[in-house]
């Protein structure tokens, strides 16, 4: 079975200075990786994806995350948060097109 | 191209009553999906559809919780009769034939007092 952990449930950061949502992934093979946003009221938007082509994955308003084997990790980063940032953040691992996502880390941005 | 779309929004029922939820998935997507987001929790597969077969329908409550996507395009998720754990927010999502992208509908707030 696939899974992923997230190990922060809320993180805070101050506008303009850096994003950090780690997780880390559990599978057996080499697994596709997801990161979904989700505003309050609004549906779940995909930020990014890894399918096993370059590890460093970039992907919209900023945002990128690196697929690190050795460590199992696909951690999300951005370098300077704005305040539309703020939202709820997935990590998400899929395989045989279902994804399991992980709880969430909830990112306050504050002014 | 037009999004997924689900209706209602919010729902607000008493326990032990039925309610329904329709979800429209963007056009020639072949896959549909049911989830379950409880607060404070990411989404749980409750059902997926392939076409208008069902693939996988491991997660769902069967004695209570129903879907069907008749001629393969819009699906309709019932739960008769609600219990108070039901209250979450159900989010339906489709994808096409090329990858694994799934685009999710704004979601149904579901409260059952």
């Known amino acids: 079975a696939q899974s992923v952990t997230q190990l922060d449930s809320h993180v805070s950061v101050s506008e303009g200075t850096p994003v950090l949502l780690r997780c880390n992934y559990s599978s057996s093979y080499s697994p596709s990786l997801f990161w979904y946003v989700q505003h309050p009221n609004k549906g779940l938007q995909l930020l990014l994806k890894?399918?096993?082509?370059?590890?460093l994955v970039k992907g919209i308003n900023g945002f990128e995350a690196e697929f690190k084997k050795s460590e199992t990790s696909f951690h999300l980063t951005k370098p300077s948060a704005h305040m539309s940032d703020a939202a709820e953040y997935f990590c998400v691992i899929g395989s045989a097109r279902q994804l399991t996502f992980g709880s969430g880390t909830q990112l306050t941005v504050l002014p | 191209e037009a999004g997924v779309a689900q209706s209602p929004r919010y729902k607000i029922i008493e326990k032990r009553q039925s309610v329904a939820f329709w979800c429209n998935p963007i056009?020639?997507?072949?896959?549909l999906y049911w989830y379950q987001q409880i607060l404070g929790q990411g989404p749980k597969l409750l059902i997926q559809f392939q076409n208008n077969g069902v693939v996988d329908d491991s997660q769902l409550p069967k004695d209570r919780f129903s879907a069907e996507r008749l001629k393969g395009v819009d699906s309709t998720l019932k739960i008769q009769p609600a219990k108070l754990e039901d209250s979450a927010v159900y989010l339906c999502?489709?994808?096409?034939?090329?990858?694994?992208?799934?685009?999710f509908g704004p979601g149904t707030r579901l409260t059952v007092t």
């Open positions: 056009s020639g997507h072949a896959t």
């Open positions: 890894y399918t096993s082509a370059a590890t």
């Open positions: 999502a489709s994808s096409g034939q090329a990858n694994y992208e799934q685009y």
